[in-house]
């Protein structure tokens, strides 16, 4: 074969385009696999078949997620005015006291437990806090009621140097998802693990606690089986 010759077929194969590779296979595979599985003849039960006719046919709106809880502003108004006459205090002191307890373990369902904090001299107690807590806000716990003013109890906390009452176990077991910063102290409550005020991994090193000592709870009284 002659040098001309050579070119022309170098010229050919490279003027050649590639071989078209089939990309749409597995996906046209999977679609059809979602098609069979939505066209698949799904069988009642048979249990109840008019009871499920009458419930496909039913034309009602059906929401998944649960309404938000809430409190108004004078439910709040008239805990703090409770909390203010029993202990004889200005409202904006009550108020530290709702905070200063839900942040240091009032949020605890463990009828037992009783924090006290003493704000100006005066001790208040959680147990007694949440008393007025429970008689105004009939459908929320007191831990229900301090997610939804998490970020006041933030803010309280720092200035009156309150610390949350998970700091000293996520100091002692789980140093590593902390950077050993001092607003960590007052972000460090059961109740922040879901605020987005919160930083993310300090809602994270929460949520690692809430799981074991779920995991704990359910060992110690043998509810999980191995």
């Known amino acids: 074969m002659n040098t001309t010759s050579k070119n022309n077929n170098l010229e050919n194969s490279l003027s050649t385009p590639p071989p078209r590779i089939e990309r749409e296979k597995t996906t046209e595979v999977t679609t059809n696999r979602i098609q069979e599985i939505e066209e698949s003849n799904i069988s009642p039960s048979g249990i109840s078949d008019s009871l499920l006719k009458e419930a496909l046919e039913a034309e009602v709106e059906v929401q998944n997620a649960p309404e938000k809880t809430t409190v108004t502003e004078k439910q709040i108004s008239d805990i703090v005015m409770d909390i203010a006459r029993h202990y004889n205090v200005p409202n904006n002191l009550a108020y530290i006291g709702l905070c200063s307890t839900l942040q240091a373990g009032g949020t605890n369902k463990n009828k037992r437990s009783n ?112």
Request: glycine content about 4%; charged content about 30%; proline content about 4%.
């Open 115 to 226: 924090i006290k904090i003493t704000i100006a001299g005066i001790g208040f107690e959680s147990r007694k806090v949440n008393e007025f807590i429970n008689r105004y806000c009939k459908n929320i716990t007191p831990r229900q009621l301090a997610r939804i003013i998490s970020n006041d109890i933030y803010l309280v906390s720092k200035r009156y140097n309150i610390t949350g009452n998970a700091y000293v176990s996520l100091k002692r077991f789980y140093p590593h998802l902390l950077i050993e910063q001092e607003f960590e102290r007052f972000w460090a409550s059961d109740f922040q693990a879901e605020n987005p005020s919160c930083p993310e991994y300090i809602r994270t090193a929460l949520r690692h606690r809430y799981v074991d000592k779920f995991t704990s709870q359910k060992k110690k009284k043998g509810d999980i089986k191995y």
